[in-house]
T-cell receptor, first 113, second 111 residues
Framework: NAGVTQTPKFQVLKTGQSMTLQCAQD?????MYWYRQDPGMGLRLIYY???????DKGEVPNGYNVSRLNKREFSLRLESAAPSQTSVYFC????????????FGPGTRLLVL | ELKVEQNPLFLSMQEGKNYTIYCNYS?????LYWYRQDPGKSLESLFV?????AVKQEGRLMASLDTKARLSTLHITAAVHDLSATYFC???????????FGKGTKLTVNP
């Protein structure tokens, strides 16, 4: 089992460019999440999906959109990147209803110039 | 609004010593999680605490939860260098899947 995978691992964008971060999990989890991690801030929830076909805002959703493509895949889109979106992005999945932990992917480092 | 505070934020300790990291949160919650993160790496789950009085132990780490005091502790026994990492606690928003993380405690264990 690969667990949670993310692509790309690293990306440099110019201000105003768009991109999509991809996430997939092979643990048959219903719940998936996107977080950003900034120095000294811990992790902050951007969006999450409790099940296929549903999404909900987290703590810092502005400037992002998400798509739960199917049970395995949950993508995060930046429509018009800004320097404030420079961060490390983590995807996670869990079977929250069973009281499970969240399993995290390896992360995507994004630099917006 | 749920706030999660960890203390201390930085901890430097000697091998063989004991210490405790504290995680306080501001509103009622049913679940508390502890994670470890090595530099440049992802988060690794350590413990999930689901009820008042829950205690879990793995090796030199022991976590406990007091929901009445809104406090969790991560106790380190006889620290070794391999425990050097950043430790995060996270709390759910009262039945929601929305986790709020503390800012992390950076632990350095010196020989």
């Amino acid at each position: 089992n690969a667990g949670v995978t993310q692509t790309p691992k690293f990306q440099v964008l110019k201000t105003g460019q768009s991109m999509t971060l991809q996430c997939a999990q092979d643990m048959n989890h219903n719940s998936m999440y996107w977080y950003r991690q900034d120095p000294g801030m811990g992790l902050r929830l951007i969006y999450y999906s409790a099940s296929e076909g549903t999404t909900d805002k987290g703590e810092v959703p502005n400037g992002y959109n998400v798509s739960r493509l199917n049970k395995r895949e949950f993508s995060l889109r930046l429509e018009s990147a800004a320097p404030s979106q420079t961060s490390v992005y983590f995807c996670a999945s869990s079977e929250w209803a069973q009281g499970e932990t969240q399993y995290f992917g390896p992360g995507t480092r994004l630099l917006v110039l | 609004e749920l706030k999660v505070e960890q203390n201390p934020l930085f901890l430097s300790m000697q091998e063989g010593k004991n210490y405790t990291i504290y995680c306080n949160y501001s509103t009622t919650s049913d679940r508390l999680y502890w994670y470890r993160q090595d530099p440049g790496k992802s988060l690794e789950s350590l413990f999930v605490l689901l009820s008042n009085g829950a205690v879990k132990q793995e090796g030199r780490l022991m976590a406990s939860l007091d929901t009445k005091a809104r406090l969790s502790t991560l106790h380190i026994t006889a620290a070794v260098h391999d425990l050097s990492a950043t430790y995060f606690c996270a709390v759910d928003r009262g039945g929601s899947e929305k986790l709020v993380f503390g800012k992390g405690t950076k632990l350095t264990v010196n020989p």
